[in-house]
């Protein structure tokens, strides 16, 4: 939805009560565009929109002002990250600075006036492109988005009006990174090399998007193998721990295993999107080097275990 009062392409959206029949919108459409009216510059919506919204009722000046020379073109090529949040556009003519907005592509009555990320540019003599990042941590993974850049200049009158440009739509993502090998442990078996996927690895927000990941062998730089390793073949259990209190808790971990034929001396591990909805980036990691021999296994108890196990061992010092 696109927030009432303002200016799209060549289409001023305006509220109900003073938006025209459609033949007068064609006929608008027909002439000069019309210019969307800013009243002070600010990085929500919501309070340009509460004063054009008043001014409409009381009579006042709407949005369709008056063409003058200031106003500004519309960007073009604009281009946008929605995992990164990472932004380019050219600077057009008669700008004074720019703003770039994020709003929900399908939002609630509620806030479908309110953008949920956005970064002011200032215009800069001379630029020809302005490039930077929005912060994207308000966004929820998995939801679809749509980011537009708004364009100011200022009338004859010395108010802001602005252009904007047609909307580009995307799911926001979150990096899946395993680049520094965490988790993931590599060595020398079995005339071969076994790579170990430890629960450090995992995480239950990718793993319930059925994530396949693309471990690759390499020997003197060259790869040499590569096995997907998919989802099916993780292993959950739950593992009975302390907590910080002292008291046992249940977790769950998760873990994996895979084993090359070949011989190598590093890998690397990429995670592989099956999903149209997932949430998580493909990214290769950092070569991990392969160990001569397997590290000491780490001791981790089931909660079936610690329960048989107790009982167990009761029996046996009874013994």
């Known amino acids: ?57 009381l009579g006042g000046k709407s949005s369709q002002t008056k063409q003058t020379a200031a106003l500004p073109d519309v960007v073009s090529d604009l281009s946008f990250d929605f995992e990164t949040g990472a932004f380019a556009f050219s600077d057009v003519a008669n700008a004074k600075n720019y703003n770039i907005r994020i709003f929900e592509a399908n939002p609630s009555d509620e806030s479908a006036d309110m953008p949920v990320a956005a970064r002011r540019v200032r215009d800069s003599e001379g630029a020809e492109k ?123 971990k998760s873990s994996a295993s895979i084993h090359f034929s070949e011989e190598g001396d590093s890998v690397t591990v990429q995670v592989i999107s099956k999903d149209a909805t997932a949430y998580y980036d493909s990214q290769v990691s950092a070569p991990i080097a392969v160990l001569d021999e397997a590290p000491a296994a780490e001791v981790t108890e089931t909660a079936d275990e610690a329960t048989s196990g107790g009982e167990g061992g009761e029996a046996g010092s009874g013994g």
């Open 130 to 252: 302005y490039e930077g990042v929005v912060d994207l941590s308000e966004l929820h993974p998995g939801e679809s988005y749509k980011a537009y850049v708004y364009t100011y200049a200022k009338d004859a009158g010395g108010d802001l009006v602005f252009v904007m440009t047609e909307p580009l739509t995307g799911v926001y993502k979150t990096p899946y990174s395993p680049s520094d090998g965490t988790g993931v442990v590599a060595y020398k078996d079995a005339g071969g090399v076994t790579v170990d996927f430890g629960n450090d690895f995992f995480t239950e927000e990718y793993l319930d998007k059925a994530p396949t990941y693309l471990v690759t062998l390499y020997k003197d730089g060259q790869q040499v193998e590569q096995i997907e390793l998919t989802a099916e073949q993780v292993v959950s259990v739950e593992v009975q721990e302390e907590s910080s209190s002292g008291d046992p808790e249940i977790s769950i």
């Open 1 to 57: 939805m696109i927030p009432e009062g303002v200016y799209l392409g060549n289409h001023t959206l305006q509220p109900a009560s003073v938006r025209a029949s459609p033949a007068s919108e064609c006929a608008q459409q027909a002439e000069a565009p019309p210019v969307g009216k800013a009243f002070g510059f600010v990085d929500s919506l919501k309070l340009a929109e509460s004063k054009f919204r008043l001014l409409g009722a």
